[in-house]
């Protein structure tokens, strides 16, 4: 039988080697220098870079199964000259010489990073560059197509931000130097962007699978030996809830539950850039307060009040996959059946904790959603929903009553409601009908920040005072709705006796400017994130025998959700030595001590699991955040899936090498292919 601290050592150095994934790791560091002068002197300067990576979807999405960036070959990497265009009018100039005189080659473009549209990307690669490098100007483009590059299928054209001044400027005058021996040598007959020999080129090692790749046939993918070796991994993660009646026993008091929900997680162009301050943080910061506050009133909560509920949803910026997975198996009418249950968790599929099953209904929700960047001066908005019909429904009504020193919540002259965690209990619940729920944010009319999913979501606009009355807001809003069926005097006397209950939160608030510092600047680094993750790994220490190895918030914070697998996020079961995605075999499990359930939660949610019980004074669990379709092959090795053949996205990301990055060089002729590939 293999000896838990053995096998714990085991599966660490195991995760120490796979450490590439869960956030996308930056290009290889320069090593000194670059010597460029002479072909060869120096072969290869590697440059730190971030870079747009592909992901796959289903093969019948809508918009089609590839997005992001990838070079075209495996084998060898993708290499062209320089060219540096600063600036708009450069673009344009460029375009229309190379329409009249088209040069012989493919062309690298290094343009600032603030011209970077999807303008600008359809213009370039209509006309000989076949890569872009940008160089980070620390400014928002003018037009940024958000929508637009998040969906884009740019396999063939890899896309490089460069931030560090030392790398910007040797690209500038690398490609100057190219447009200079241009001037010096062209003739009547050759482009002004055919540059002689030697010259500077850049080469792209991004290679992250065919142009025809999806999901099922990456996740189905067999070797020459026909065994299955999947070549991707799905994305997610695990979503966090708790609830004030403790969902780890079956009794209850009340026979539904009042939840407040968000999302934990953003994307941006750039996945390892991902700073997410008003789309994420914000919402969790605003949560973690409120929790507080809840945490402190819910004692004094008449007998028979609501269950109130806590959900932090993962994977929310891919198609709603960790409310969706988790509202699948509380609210539908195909939830979870489990026939290999032990204790409390489910061997097959694998779920370490079912306290899921013990919820009450979640009929009634508050989605908490960008609260951090104010619209409107001094000014919420609830976007309402009642399965009843068109009236305001109950939680909107109480949400609209209410008010702070300087904030008020207005109803949204919006007829839709936003992609929140709401609009998945509206698809999912069994009795819509019997849905209500409102969605408390800081915009009316759409998402207005355009800096909303990109790397300039950063915490310098996040105003705090606003995120203090959306936290007392919130608050106050589950509690009156959890108390009104049972407290005298209805719902207007609910609203007032919450209002007493909860004092407003000020903007001095000690935990309000500690989990600011935590989740807007610090991430890794803070105290709170330290303390969680070190109570999670004792604990699992004294479970297993084994610690923990998560993958890091990084510092700034990142919240890219990352995939999802045994070293991510995917719980597993070791079993004789063995670790599977599941087992069918209870008596195998049971038959030594040895064996357990593992999970290598992320930093992110390990904290936010922590200071969830720790806040509400009750117990947090995980619930899995990944595509409702995919189910871990039990009694097999690790990251097997088995594929339904549902409609959802099934998002994954592919598994490529580590020794992608971004390189320049003095290409001294023809022979630069080859020996490239022998550096």
Known sequence: MANPS?????????????????????????????????PWQSRVHQLPDKYCTVLFRRSTHSTGSLVGCSTKSKSSAQTSPLIYLSTASEIETYVSTVISSPPTATLTAVIPASLFTNSTLTKLTSHSVTSIILLDDSTPASSPSTAQLLNLNSWGVPISLVQDAESQ??????????????????????????FPYPRYESAFNYYMGPSTATSEICLNWQNLDGLPSPQCKPLGGQSIY???????????????????????????????????????????????????????????????????????????????????????NTVSSSKLSCEKQVGDACLSPLYPDLSFQNLTDINTM??????????????????????????????DYILQSLTTNNFSVQGSSQDNLPTTPLTSLISTHSNPDSVTGVVLSAYDSGYTDPNRYTRFDTYEKINLEAIAAAATLAARAALADAVSSVIEGGVDAAVSWAEAQIPEISVDDDLLVELSTCFFESGSQCA????????ATADAIDATGYSIYSAGLGSPPNYYVGVYSSFYSQPYVVVDGRAMGGTEDVEAFESSSSNFIGLQASELELTLKYLLASYLNTTAHFHPAVDTDLTPESDANLDMWVVGDGDTPL?????????????????????????????
């Open 6 to 38: 053995i096998l714990g050592t085991i599966l660490s150095l195991l995760l120490l080697l796979c450490d590439r994934q869960r956030h996308v790791i930056a290009g290889g560091g320069g090593g000194g220098p670059a010597n460029l002068d002479n």
């Open 169 to 194: 400027d040797l690209l500038k005058s690398l490609a100057s130097s190219n447009a200079e021996s241009s001037s010096s040598s062209s003739s009547s007959s050759s482009s002004s962007y055919d």
């Open 242 to 328: 708790a609830s004030t009646s403790s969902p780890s026993s079956s009794s209850s008091s009340s026979s539904s539950t009042v939840m407040i929900a968000l999302k934990i997680d953003s994307t941006s162009f750039f996945h390892d850039l991902v700073p997410a301050a008003n789309d994420a943080a914000a919402s969790i910061v605003t949560a973690l307060l409120a929790s507080r506050e809840i945490g402190r009133a819910i004692s004094a909560a008449p007998s028979g009040s609501k269950n109130i509920a806590v959900g932090m949803f993962q994977g929310e910026s891919y198609d709603s996959m960790g409310s969706l997975k988790f509202l699948k």
């Open 366 to 395: 508050i989605a908490i959603d960008q609260v951090g960047i104010i619209q409107e001066e001094n000014k919420f908005f609830s976007h309402g929903y009642n399965g009843e019909g068109d009236s305001t429904s109950q939680i």
């Open 528 to 535: 709170l994130v330290k303390t969680s993750v070190a109570s």
């Open 651 to 679: 998002w994954t990301e592919p598994n490529w090498d580590s020794e992608v990055g971004l390189a320049v060089f003095n290409a001294g002729g023809s022979e630069v292919n080859t020996i490239f590939l022998d550096v």
